[in-house]
């Protein structure tokens, strides 16, 4: 149960799109469709931003989009904005039952 | 509204053990699968554990396999972790989460969480 790879900072400017990537394994992210992202502002708690590799829950803006190719799950925000600092979390159900977050990503808004 | 509360979290020694629990209100718990997720000081999330809607199933990650168990008491809206054997990389925020209503595999309404710290 190793921890998804994510880059650890990821940067943009107000307006530029970023995408921060997921690589997993044919166990996990590979092996389902069922890759999920979070948000975490410091000091609070994680918030819920997409499902299922590409479909976003209620309220969460459609700057927020997903996707994924092989082994490696994406989410990319569009139109940076400066509330979009965060850090973000994929996690991926996996062959053993069991579910694993990715290392995380700091995104930081230039 | 949908609520979920942890409490239980405290300083215990190495070896010792603890035990979490988590009460919900505003849905129908007894529907949902409900993890516990923790979170290092300074470090990243970390899945811990789930137990199937009805309590009849529960997997864990390798990290607490066989030193800590879930359960839950639909009549009281309540999930715990018992936490034995306690190690100092034990030490985290500990949260409770709500499988989404959206997706089986999503978490959608966290508790504010409960913090644990092993030291001797």
């Known amino acids: 149960q190793s921890a998804l790879t994510q880059p650890a900072s990821v940067s943009g400017s107000p307006g530029q799109s970023i995408t921060i990537s997921c690589t997993g394994t044919?166990?996990?992210?590979?092996?389902?469709?069922?890759v999920s992202w979070y948000q975490q502002h410091p000091g609070k708690v994680p918030k819920f931003m997409i499902y299922?590799?590409?479909n976003r829950p209620p309220g969460v803006s459609d700057r927020f989009s997903g996707s994924k190719s092989g082994n490696t799950a994406s989410l990319t925000i569009s139109g940076l904005q400066a509330e979009d600092e965060a850090d973000y979390y994929c996690?991926?159900?996996?062959?053993?039952?069991?579910?694993?977050f990715g290392t995380g990503t700091k995104v930081t808004v230039l | 509204q949908v609520h979920l509360v942890e409490s239980g979290g405290g300083v215990v020694q190495p070896g010792r053990s603890l035990r979490l629990s988590c009460t919900a209100s505003?849905?129908?718990?007894?529907?949902?699968?409900m993890h516990w997720v923790r979170q290092a000081p300074a470090k990243g999330l970390e899945w811990v554990a789930v137990?199937?809607?009805?309590?009849?199933?529960?997997y864990f990650a390798d990290s607490v396999k066989g030193r800590f168990t879930i359960s839950r008491d639909n009549s009281k809206n309540t999930v715990s972790l018992q936490m034995n054997s306690l190690r100092t990389d034990d030490t985290a925020v500990y949260y409770c989460?709500?499988?989404?209503?959206?997706?089986?595999?999503?978490?959608?309404?966290w508790g504010q969480g409960t913090t644990v710290s092993v030291s001797s």
């Open positions: 989460a709500r499988r989404a209503t959206i997706s089986y595999h999503g978490l959608d309404v």
């Open positions: 505003g849905f129908t718990f007894s529907s949902y699968e």
């Open positions: 137990t199937s809607y009805d309590g009849n199933n529960a």
């Open positions: 044919s166990s996990d992210v590979g092996g389902y469709n069922y």
């Open positions: 299922e590799v590409s």
């Open positions: 996690s991926s159900y996996t062959s053993s039952t069991t579910y694993v």
